[in-house]
């Protein structure tokens, strides 16, 4: 039996996973957050999620609260954790957050305005920067200038950041008995025993492989539950996946000699703010701002992020130009490979069902810097039609070094342009140089027609994508001269 | 519950937006689901075009959850949802003529059983030809009605007198409503054999009359509530029908009450659009720059029935000259059916497809010219007294004094831009400036009619009902409002009921921006019935002569002495006045000749100027609208916060639909763009900087309190960034502003930077 503590109450979760905006809404009787695309892309339905994490920080017993979608999560997930709705955040009279869309125009329809709650409450919590935390909130009545104020205002009030839940609540940003049910959760969380090791979870899967399961491993559930539709069955398919996302194993960055060390389960909310990659890869953390909103960031993990194989995965595209490789284990032990040998063909990798991909290992960067970026329908918050990543190596002056080069949306999975890369090698930095890496480009890669583009604009972005990074780390790099 | 210590007293109502602000607001899929509530699902058609005489039911009905499978033999009444055109039925027989056409529909202890079981529902299909192109329509002489024209002067006359003609064509394309709830109505079977449904419709009595039709009962027997929409932008005029005809079938067949709520995926593949419009314009000018005659061909985009095409083409034809005086007009629409799902009234109604070919025209002829189109839109705004080309002239024109106020701004940025681009940076600027003229009152003019029910009760509160549905255009809080100012109390003593046809019979669709004016105006009526008999009493009271009574925040005054509301309000009760009334109203003065297209259709024309700045990279083909600044003429606001958001959001959608939002369907007429992951609205971070100064001014005929319409007009600026967009591309590359087909997708962006082949 696995429980929950929701807003104040302690309650039980159902035996069978389920989605929980569901739950929530027709288990539970509490419809503020919203089901509106049902898809992760509209942030209607975010929830709090309260998680104390001694994985990241042993002994740890301060919980950590970042919003989430409710839309894609299930409740197996929340097993051992506190969800505040926002029904939690008052019982009638309005919180500041609350007070700040209502008088700045923030608020038409108001469909979207209980996720948009959450998410300033839950920026407000860990001390973010509050525009950037709305900006996966969709608002179809546009009421985004009021959006706007209201931050302005809560921004200037809340100079000073709650420190804890209890501070919030003494702010009027949640209900204190909510906060007082927070104060109880790292010992609810240590009873509830979520966090198992990973050798357990290899005999789990060793045992569901021979029921003849299949390889049944989730960790931020944002694309598997986008693969199995709730109304599709998904219960008997997969009546408990076994969750990765608690395995302390899989969830630690570390650092040595060899390079940095990310466990599998380490989301990319993790990885933007970790100091030990922003360390190494500087600019890495402003690369990631760019995929999909905060909220799903949360959840995101690197690993469900290259196991997914999708042709434009961010991740996959700047780990292939950092000559990233993979640990992947199993009950008869683990092997390394390049991540580059890692993809067989459109969503399908190397990954047999008894192996879970445990760590990913990126060399030191020794000099090299990492260029990265994509282009969508929509700048923020939107898949890439076509991505690029860069990493080149130290050089002389009117050079390039050493260039390592990958790509996505132009093949059936993220590649490693070699030849291109190759081309730039040590050669001078001219309109010559890049002509003839362009040219390489167009054979090897073999983009198709789709909904991301037709495939005569994702090739020639493509080329343009490698102007505009050369131009990025060369401003006056001449890169009119290189169009055809 | 406990009692939050840290916050505030709650204070005694809590207002609209504060529910809204908390969460605890419902809407139509928040209510609590009655016991043995079921959910029923549309089966719909995977093919564009087709002919079937046998439905297969069994696979569906053998899926553990579902009850019952429906399909158009077990419909009581007649098949039949249209308002006007009654060409569309409930569930089709026989034939379908769209994907995503409803046939049958399944019904199921679960939506998700329901939503299986109307995945094994199936047919013997028997595929036909589809056309998904008006121009094909037009060809094939499949029309909607026949072609209309509006006409002034004499075109063929005119060109002569011309000494620049320019002609173009133009394709404008479509987009999805994305109303953030979708369509939802919750039906609850009564023990008198009717229906009560909560449905999320922007129009409560169309919906009852075709769920009284579909079930072969009188209208007193079927009760249409809405709570509140969680957007509606025309989406849920015409289109909430389906669902609440759906959901009262099922529950009147079935004895129980039923839910019909489809997740996002269904409704975009299910409901329409905003019509695409093909069109092809002439503009012909003198040597001072005056428009001397206009020539256009709209074709619109119908889908498979009418809908509401006409009434939108119509509009189209009204706004087609926008907010020009062009002495030689004639403009032809042709409403053309397609197989497309039936497209529907989306926020502008046709106005902003048509105000976007004559843009274009004015662009074509500012290139053929080598002026900026604004040095043209100047000279030829419209002034007081000028003619439409349908019959009416313009009263209150401020359009010229709204675009006076933004030169400034033109001339500055105009010169900035230029110096800009000729540094040949690789961030190029482009600006436009839109001006709008859009009438306000319903095009059909047996709709500008509106009822509402005041009670004041005897502890002094008051409660009003309209016919309005409130979907974050702030309607409620106007109602509110003018009946506190009428009344001359606070206006935490006035509750505004959500509709209920019950309450209030007959009423026209929330549309064509004409909320507040209509309704505002009907509660303003009631309120002055009420305050008639209060005034007889408070004179006696007071000891002085009714007409010198004066009623304001809460107190009644007259002569040296003073009374208070409340105890009036008693007063009046103990003295059997009526303390309750229905009023009508009607806008007066509209007529429309619909056989020579002439008349007064209008109570009065919102104008305002936008100047719209966007800047796109050459490199990537990345374009973005980054500041709007906005006059816009609104009378005397009732509600500024209100009305800036209106102006602010209609902008916002309005660039979507000329930007990132594309439809995209495959060659069987499939829709690929089918989710929020694939079709795309703007985000926080793609809305420009909006500065808007409100001129505030004469209201109109008909706007109530002198407070104008505001929630479409705005959306016209949104068409500025395809122009603002298109100047930028043509800084790099000229051909570009010949090109007139929205959206400005950063492929399309890119395509006619380096592609235009
Ligand atoms: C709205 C939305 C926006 C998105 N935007 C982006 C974006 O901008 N850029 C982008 O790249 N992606 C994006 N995605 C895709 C997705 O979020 C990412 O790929 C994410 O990193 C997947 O991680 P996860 O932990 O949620 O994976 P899950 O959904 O938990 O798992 C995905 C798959 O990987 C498998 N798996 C996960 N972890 C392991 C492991 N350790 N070992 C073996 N198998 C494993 C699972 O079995 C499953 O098959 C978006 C998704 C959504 C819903
Ligand atoms: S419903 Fe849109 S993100 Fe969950
Ligand atoms: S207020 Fe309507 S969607 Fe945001």
């Known amino acids: 039996m696995s429980l929950l503590i929701l807003n104040a109450r302690t309650i039980e979760l159902p035996e069978d996973d389920r989605p929980l905006l569901a739950f929530l809404r027709e288990g539970q009787r509490l419809t503020a957050a919203k089901p509106a695309c049902n898809g992760g892309d509209c942030g209607a339905c975010l929830v709090l999620l309260g998680e104390v994490v001694p994985e990241l920080a042993p002994g740890a017993s301060e919980a950590r609260y970042c919003a989430v979608n409710s839309c894609l999560l299930g409740t197996d997930r929340v097993a051992g954790t506190q969800l505040i709705t926002a029904e939690g955040l008052s019982s009638g009279p309005l919180t500041p957050v609350q007070r700040a869309l209502a008088e700045e125009g923030g608020i038409q329809c108001g469909y979207c305005t209980p996720g948009l709650v959450v998410a300033l409450t839950a920026a407000l919590l860990n001390g973010d920067p509050l525009l950037s935390a709305v900006s996966g909130n969709l608002c179809r009545c546009g009421a985004y200038a009021g959006v706007r104020r209201a931050c302005a205002r809560i921004a200037r009030d809340f100079a000073q950041r709650p420190r804890s839940l209890r501070e919030a609540a003494a702010l009027g940003l949640l209900l204190p008995e909510v906060a007082a049910a927070g104060e109880q959760l790292a010992a609810f969380a240590a009873q509830a025993t979520v966090g198992t090791g990973l050798a357990e979870k290899l005999q789990q899967l060793d045992a569901l492989n021979r029921q003849g399961q299949g390889r049944l491993v989730v960790a931020g559930e944002s694309d598997w539950s986008l693969q199995h539709a709730h109304q599709a069955k998904r219960e008997l398919v997969a009546p408990h996946a076994l969750q990765l996302h608690r395995v302390t194993e899989l969830r630690r960055i570390r650092a040595d000699a060899d390079g940095l060390h990310i466990g599998a389960a380490v989301s990319v909310a993790e990885l933007l703010s970790s100091p030990l990659i922003a360390a190494d890869w500087p600019e890495l953390p402003s690369f990631l701002e760019f995929f999909a909103s905060p909220a799903i960031r949360n959840v995101a993990t690197i690993g469900g992020n290259l196991v997914n194989a999708s042709p434009i995965a961010d991740l996959a595209v700047i780990l292939l130009a950092l000559d990233a490789e993979l640990s992947i284990v199993s009950l008869a032990g683990c092997r390394r490979i390049p991540l580059s040998g890692f993809y067989l063909a459109y969503h399908r990798t190397g990954l047999a069902a008894d192996e879970v991909l445990s760590e990913v290992h990126v060399p030191p960067a020794g000099g090299r810097r990492l260029r990265y970026r994509k282009v969508a329908r929509r700048e923020h918050d939107d898949i890439a039609s076509v991505n690029l990543a860069l990493a080149v190596g130290h050089a002389s002056s009117g050079y390039f070094g050493e260039v390592s080069l990958a790509v996505g949306g132009v093949g059936p999975y993220p590649l490693r342009l070699p030849r291109a890369a190759a081309a730039l090698c040590g050669r001078p930095l001219c309109a010559a140089t890049l002509r003839e890496a362009l040219s390489l480009i167009d054979e090897e890669i073999a983009p198709i027609d789709d909904l991301r583009g037709s495939a005569a604009y994702k090739r020639r972005l493509l080329k343009h994508l490698l102007l505009d990074q050369v131009a990025a780390l060369h401003p006056d790099f001449a890169w009119e001269e290189c169009l055809s | ?757």
């Open chain 2, 1 to 757: 519950m406990s009692t939050p210590s840290a916050h505030a007293a709650p204070a005694q109502v809590s207002s609209w937006l504060e529910l809204l602000a908390t969460g605890s607001a419902r809407f139509s899929g928040d209510l609590p689901l009655p016991p043995g509530c079921l959910h029923a699902l549309p089966a719909v058609s995977p093919h564009a075009h087709a002919k079937f005489s046998r439905i297969e039911i069994a696979a569906a009905l053998a899926e553990p959850g579902v009850v019952a499978v429906f399909t158009a033999a077990d419909i009581p009444g007649a098949n039949q949802i249209s308002n006007l055109a009654h060409d569309e039925p409930l569930l089709a027989a026989g034939e379908v003529h769209c994907v995503g056409q409803p046939y049958a529909l399944v019904v199921a202890d679960s939506a998700d059983a329901a939503w299986r079981g109307s995945r094994l529902v199936t047919a013997d299909w028997q595929p036909l030809p589809a056309c998904f192109d008006a121009r094909a329509a037009f060809a094939a002489g499949e029309l909607i009605q026949p072609p209309r024209t509006f006409s002034l002067g004499d075109v063929d006359a005119a060109w002569a007198a011309c000494t620049t003609v320019v002609s173009g064509e133009v394709d404008i394309g479509s987009a999805e409503h994305v109303y953030l709830e979708t369509q939802c109505a919750l039906a609850l079977p009564r023990d008198d054999g009717g229906v009560s449904v909560h449905s999320a419709t922007q129009s409560p009595s169309s919906t009852q009359k075709a769920v009284a039709a579909i079930l072969g009962l009188a209208m007193h027997l079927v009760e249409i509530e809405v709570e509140r929409l969680g957007g509606g932008f025309g989406g849920k005029e015409e289109q909430a029908t389906l669902w609440a005809c759906l959901a009262a079938l099922a529950a009147k067949s079935l004895g129980r009450p039923v839910r019909s709520w489809p997740e996002r995926r269904d409704d975009m593949a299910i409901t329409g659009k905003r019509h695409p419009y093909q069109a092809a314009f002439r503009i012909g000018l003198d040597d001072a720059g005056r428009f001397v005659a206009y020539e256009a061909r709209l074709l619109q985009n119908a889908g498979w029935c009418a809908d509401l095409s006409t009434a939108i083409l119509e509009r189209s034809l009204f706004h087609a000259t926008n907010a020009y005086f062009i002495p030689n007009v004639r403009v032809t629409a042709a409403s053309c059916r397609t197989n497309l799902p039936s497209n529907t009234a989306f926020r502008g109604f046709g106005a902003p497809q048509g105000i976007f070919v004559i843009e274009a025209a004015i662009r074509a002829a500012a290139r053929e010219l080598g002026v900026p189109a604004e040095v043209l839109q100047a000279k030829n705004l419209l002034r007081e007294g000028d003619a439409f080309p349908y019959g009416m002239r313009i009263a209150g024109a401020c359009v010229g004094d709204c675009w006076q106020a933004l030169v400034p701004a033109i001339t500055a940025r105009r010169a900035e831009f230029a110096r800009w681009n000729a540094g040949k940076p690789r961030r190029r600027k482009g600006l436009a400036v839109v001006p709008v003229c859009f009438g306000i009152s319903f095009t059909a003019t047996l709709l500008n009619q509106a009822e509402a029910l005041v009670h004041v009760y005897v502890d002094g509160s008051v409660v009003v009902s309209t016919g309005a549905v409130d979907m974050g255009q702030g309607v409620y809080g106007k109602i509110q409002r003018v009946v506190a100012l009428t009344l001359g109390i606070p206006e935490a003593l006035v509750r505004v009921a959500g509709t209920s046809t019950l309450r209030v019979a007959n009423v026209s669709p929330t549309a064509a921006s004409t909320g507040a004016d209509l309704n505002g105006a009907a509660a303003r009526e009631a309120c002055l019935v009420i305050a008639g008999g209060l005034r007889r009493v408070a004179g006696e009271l007071l000891d002085c002569p009714p007409g010198s009574i004066g009623f304001s925040d809460g107190v009644v005054a007259g002569g040296e002495k003073t009374l208070g509301w409340r105890e009036l309000v008693a007063a009046a009760w103990a003295r059997r006045v009526c303390l309750s009334a229905l009023a009508h109203y009607a806008t007066p003065g509209l007529f429309f000749d619909r056989e020579r297209n002439q008349g007064q259709p209008f109570a009065y024309h919102v104008q305002g100027v936008a100047l719209v700045e966007a800047s796109v990279d050459v490199l990537l083909g990345s374009g973005r609208v980054d500041r709007v600044e906005v006059v816009h003429d609104i009378g005397r606001s009732l509600d500024r916060l209100t009305d800036l958001g209106q102006i602010e959001g209609a902008l916002v959608q309005g660039i979507g639909w000329m930007t990132c939002e594309e439809i995209v369907r495959d060659d069987a007429g499939r829709l690929l763009s089918d989710s929020l992951a694939t079709y795309k609205i703007p985000d926080l971070d793609s809305a420009p900087e909006i500065v808007v100064r409100l001129r505030e001014g004469a209201g109109g005929p008909g706007a109530v309190l002198n407070s104008k319409a505001v929630g479409e007009p705005p959306l016209v600026y949104g068409l500025g960034a395809y122009f603002a967009l298109q100047e930028a591309i043509a800084s790099w590359r000229p051909e570009a502003a010949a090109v007139f087909r929205t959206p400005l997708s950063s492929e399309r962006i890119f395509m006619l930077l380096h592609d235009v082949a």
